[in-house]
C-alpha cells in the first residue's frame, strides 16, 4: 500500500511533505505532488505534515479519488 495525494494539493502545494519522506518518493508536477506509489514505504510521515489534509492511504480510497492514484502511476511511469 502507499498514499496518494488528493485534489486539495491542487490548491494548496505546500510542499511539507517533500522534506519529511525518508526515502524521496514525492515529486512535484504540473498541477499538485505525486507520491511514487512503487516506492512509498507507507510510513506516514507525509500524513503527518500536510497542512491541507490532501494525503489518504491508498486502501481509503473512494471510488471518485481512484483517479488520484490513477494519476500519480502515470506521472512516475514516464520517468
Partial sequence: MAFVILDPCRNEKAAECVSVCP??????????????????????????????DAIVEEYDLTPEQEVYLEKAEEFFANR
Avoid at 505525486?34 to 505534515?49: E, Q, R, S, T
Fill in 23 to 52: 526515502v524521496d518518493c514525492i515529486e512535484e508536477g504540473p498541477d499538485q505532488f505525486y507520491i511514487d506509489p512503487d516506492v512509498c514505504i507507507d510510513c506516514g510521515a507525509c500524513l503527518a505534515v500536510c497542512p491541507v
